[in-house]
Nanobody
């Protein structure tokens, strides 16, 4: 499974960015799709996740500002980031857990990371 992420860049505080990630390859189905970020001097953290049933979960720091969505037909996940703050700066990683072998097993994959820089 390959993950191709895009959409990072430099934005001023208060601005918006949209990240996208497309999954391709061989798998039975997608269990969940998520975005993590690794900020300077901090550990990698979960930003948002969407399950196969479209339930979502967000880090407290981004609730009300970020929206995660998935397109099951295209195997893509997007993260709309609004009202960005300097604390949102970091490398954002797409994470996908897929079901394989008819759903008997799950495997986890990571995208290459895309840099988001929010200037204050």
């Amino acid at each position: 499974v390959q993950l191709q992420a895009s959409g990072g860049g430099l934005v001023q505080a208060g601005g918006s960015l949209r990240l996208s990630c497309a999954a391709s390859g061989s798998f039975f189905s997608i269990h969940s799709m998520a975005w993590y970020r690794h900020a300077p001097g901090k550990q990698r953290e979960l930003v948002a996740v969407v399950s196969s049933g479209d339930s979502t979960n967000y880090a407290d720091s981004v609730k009300g500002r970020f929206t995660i969505s998935r397109d099951n037909a295209k195997n893509t996940v997007s993260l709309q980031m609004n009202t960005l703050k300097s604390g949102d700066t970091g490398v954002y990683y797409c994470n996908v857990i897929v079901n394989v072998m008819g759903g008997s097993f799950r495997r986890e994959y990571w995208g290459q990371g895309t840099l988001v820089t929010v200037s204050s």
